[in-house]
């Protein structure tokens, strides 16, 4: 029966255009992240942080044109901006799958909590949530950041941060999720049956909630990675010599007018992986189920 399930779960979202769309942007990102030796291997330095503004020749190379010896042309450094762009795309996903995943797990044990608990301790995560969401995303990681962080600004400390401000959503999903079947009758006849609280939220609760929440942290992924590249191109981010796609437009954000290539290209690459990501957690919607996991 389970294996019937899957199959048909795996069949309906296959079908979906926007999860093959998905595919194909998320499966060029990630080679890039996993793999960008095997992509920048033509680049003349696989290095993106060795750069040099004069080629072997003596000739200046900065801020060159898209050419055959450089796809994406040069920055301002020198630096072969294509090895730049594949190398960015480590950061920038390694920040939004890390606090996409610190989000999903904590929010999801705190919502998991407070719904089976209920009384005080669903009324402290509620409050906290509530204060939480009230705060918008941009302004409270500008204020965390340049509290509680000096000097140059860590892929771990912007992970970190936007995931302090973001774990209500999967916290909510997850406690009216066990709101709703703490009273079902399979869960009253586990209980009655002396099964204890903890094999029940395993056993019942968290499988219902997982397909709800994984679809909606999904396109928070995205959400996330947009939010690094905000952050760094407002200057509170990252900063050099760490390469990730918001400090390569802070970098380019002067230089447009003259060199618009270097905007172009890592905002593509940004685009095409947040939108991968929203596009993939629409196809999870439309096609997951939380009722289709049963005890």
Same mark, same amino acid.
């Given at each position: 029966m389970r294996s019937r399930r899957r199959q048909g779960?795996?069949?309906r979202i296959s079908r979906l255009l926007g999860f093959r769309i998905a595919c194909v942007l998320l499966g060029i990102v990630g080679v890039c992240a996993l793999v960008p030796q095997l992509v920048a291997d033509r680049s003349p330095s696989t290095n993106p942080t060795e750069c040099s503004l004069r080629a072997a020749d003596g000739a200046y190379q900065d801020r060159e044109a898209p050419s055959a010896a450089h796809w994406f042309g040069t920055d301002a450094?020198?630096?072969?901006e294509f090895s730049r762009v594949v190398y960015g795309a480590r950061t920038s996903l390694e920040i939004g799958l890390g606090a996409g995943l610190i989000t999903t797990i904590g929010g999801t044990a705190l919502g998991?909590?407070?719904g089976w608990?209920?009384?005080i301790i669903d009324a402290i995560v509620r409050r906290l949530a509530d204060v939480t969401l009230?705060?918008?995303l941009i302004v409270g990681s500008i204020l965390l950041l340049s509290v509680l962080v000096n000097g140059r600004r860590t892929?771990? /400390?912007i992970m970190v941060t936007l *995931?302090? /401000?973001l774990w209500p959503g999967? *916290?909510?999903?997850a406690r009216s999720v066990t709101r709703t079947i703490t009273h079902l009758p399979y869960v009253e006849a586990a209980r009655s049956m002396g099964a204890s609280s903890t094999r029940i939220v395993v056993r019942h609760v968290l499988p219902n909630a997982l397909p709800v929440v994984i679809a909606y942290a999904t396109p928070l992924i995205g959400v996330l990675i947009g939010a690094e590249a905000t952050l760094s191109y407002l200057g509170i981010g990252l900063q050099v010599p760490t390469v990730s796609w918001g400090v390569m437009i802070n970098d380019a954000q002067g230089l447009y007018s003259r060199s618009p290539y270097l905007l172009l290209f890592p905002g593509a690459f940004l685009v095409a992986a947040v939108t991968g990501f929203i596009l993939l957690g629409d196809a999870l919607n439309d096609s997951l189920d939380v009722h289709l996991v049963r005890a």
């Open positions: 779960w795996w069949y450094q020198g630096c072969d998991l909590v407070a608990r209920g009384g009230g705060i918008p892929p771990t /400390q *995931a302090v /401000q999967s *916290a909510r999903i």
